[in-house]
């Protein structure tokens, strides 16, 4: 609403004064006059502003982890073997459907958009995929940790003697 529309409402409505006594004019700022129309005032401060999230998952469904995936069918098949299922775009949840095979586009109720495929992961099997990883990790950060420690050791022989050690944390950017 604009400043000589509300002015206008409140000469109509018999309204000539604001609620702390000053009168109404061409002063009046438009959130003082819609409050004395009793209107609800227009939110303060800056919009809000965040661009569009084409990929949001609606409807998720608890129990599920869900992650869009590339339309290719090796990647496909990689996912299902890891117990990634597609999911229903009526329903939201993991359910039956007929793997696209050879290259060919599949036909089923997938939840798509573009070249990618909405799947869903059950949350214990994403638990158990997190720890599996988190294993490897510490595995592969030991190791690294074993190999400076030898270097360090190494070195420290062929230096005559200052020996050091690798301790710490292992940050990798």
């Given amino acids: ?5 509300l002015l206008k409402q409140c000469r109509e ?11 109404i004019g061409r002063s009046c700022k438009v959130p003082e006059l819609m409050e004395a129309l009793n209107m609800p005032t227009v939110k303060k401060g800056h919009a809000t502003w965040k661009p ?3 990929l949001q998952v609606h409807d998720r469904k608890p129990g599920f982890r869900y ?25 939201g949840i993991p359910g039956e ?7 060919q586009k599949s036909l089923t109720s997938n939840t798509e958009y573009r070249e990618l495929r909405l799947m869903a992961l059950p949350e214990e099997v994403a638990q158990a995929r997190d720890e599996y990883f ?3 990790t510490d595995q592969q950060t030991a ?21 050091t050690s690798a301790t710490g944390t292992i940050v990798i950017d």
């Fill in 134 to 136: 988190r294993e490897r």
């Fill in 1 to 5: 609403m604009n400043q000589p529309k």
């Fill in 97 to 103: 459907h007929d793997e696209p095979g050879d290259g």
């Fill in 13 to 23: 409505a018999g309204i000539t004064h604001l609620k702390d006594g000053r009168p």
């Fill in 143 to 163: 190791g690294l940790k074993d190999r400076l420690q030898s270097d360090l050791d190494e070195e420290a022989r062929k230096q005559g003697g200052f020996h």
């Fill in 67 to 91: 992650r869009w995936r590339e339309d290719d069918p090796q990647n496909l098949q990689r996912a299902i073997a890891e117990g990634w299922q597609f999911v229903n775009p009526i329903t």
């Fill in 52 to 54: 569009a999230q084409k």
